[in-house]
């Protein structure tokens, strides 16, 4: 009898355990395959480069093989969807945008992904310090000069976005209200057209990320005149830009940034591995030496974090949307 009873202790006991293990053993077996990154942008733009330098540091701390699949357009929806409809359990990764998660939803009657619900947020990743610039055409050094010479020339003046609705555009016809000018807005496929536009004359204004290629060498050679630099403070890249603050463009707190989420049912010892991993990458030696000639501010932290950032900047950025009255049915 008391045999019987100390083999039943012993069997409910070990089952215990085996339970209470359950989590753990799940959480060290992830990965079990290859994990994928979906980038929303074209292979060789900002957030292209950011997500393959986070990928190539991220494969030997996970034991696989990371790798990165981009799918550009829709003001990032494609995708959005896509990470969407990928299984929750952390193999499929994505970098998305303010354009994804914060304007989007303000922006589009109807989503096939939802903001709130289709993705965990990892970690954000970067901001890009972005440049206002003009073409030398323009006879403008300074904000106040610029906004004279808009104000003489009302409808002359172009700028440059990366689509009607992009973060450009909203931020754009932002500064255009509250200045009280007159600009025509010219949106392009990516920034590679809008470099060779602005920087012939074409188009005379743009926002361009200063880390972008030939951008300071644009600077530097003068093709492009530099007005004001969308940061916190300024770059050491470009030392005499003013910031947006400094300079007194008419400016909300919205700003354009990149980070990494899952897909929506990832378990959460996988969402705090991930996001362990990254942070620990984006505070490397190594990998802020890399991020320092692509003139990015790092953003990283904890997913809770995140979670409250987003929040805010969906708010923010559902006021610049209304002053625009911007609305797309597709």
């Known amino acids: 009898m008391n045999r019987r009873v100390t083999v039943a202790l012993a069997a409910f006991a070990l089952g215990a355990l085996w339970m ?18 979906i980038v929303a942008w ?25 790798v990165i699949e981009n799918k550009p357009g829709a003001n990032s929806r494609i995708a959005a969807e896509a990470c969407a409809r990928a299984q929750g359990d952390g193999h499929t990764l994505c970098v998305l945008s303010a354009s994804t998660l914060s304007i989007n939803p303000w922006l589009y009657d109807k989503l096939r992904y939802s903001p709130e619900k289709s993705f965990v947020p990892i970690t954000n990743l970067v901001a890009p310090d972005v440049l206002l610039a003009v073409n030398p055409s323009v006879p403008a050094k300074t904000w106040p000069q610029l906004l004279d010479y808009a104000k003489r020339n009302p409808g002359k003046l172009a700028y440059a976005s990366f689509g009607v609705g992009s973060d450009v555009h909203l931020e754009m016809d932002w500064i255009r209200n509250r200045a ?21 004359g074409d188009v005379q204004i743009a926002f361009v990320s200063l880390g972008n290629p030939g951008v300071v060498d ?24 003013p910031t947006l603050a400094e300079a007194g463009v008419p400016r909300v707190d919205v700003f354009t940034w990149f980070g990494l989420f899952a897909s929506a049912g990832t378990p959460k ?3 705090d591995k991930l996001n362990t991993e990254v942070n620990a990458i984006m505070n490397s030696p190594e990998f802020i030496e890399r991020m320092t000639p692509l003139a990015v501010t790092r953003l990283n932290g904890t997913s809770a974090e995140f979670a409250r950032f987003l929040q805010r900047d969906r708010a923010n950025w559902g006021q610049v949307v209304k002053t625009a009255g911007a609305r797309l049915t597709d």
């Open 20 to 37: 209470a293990g359950t989590p753990v053993m799940a959480q060290a077996a992830f990965p079990t395959k290859p994990v994928t990154i």
């Open 42 to 66: 074209p292979a060789g733009g900002l957030p292209d480069v950011v997500a393959r330098a986070l990928a190539t540091a991220l494969q030997p701390r996970l034991g696989q093989p990371v």
């Open 180 to 200: 009280g000018i007159d600009l025509l807005h010219v949106p392009f496929l990516g920034f590679p057209q809008i470099m060779q536009s602005v920087g012939g």
């Open 218 to 241: 644009y600077v530097k050679t003068g093709k492009l005149s530099p007005i004001a630099l969308q940061a916190g403070k300024r770059s050491a890249l470009a030392p005499d830009v």
């Open 269 to 271: 010892p996988v969402q």
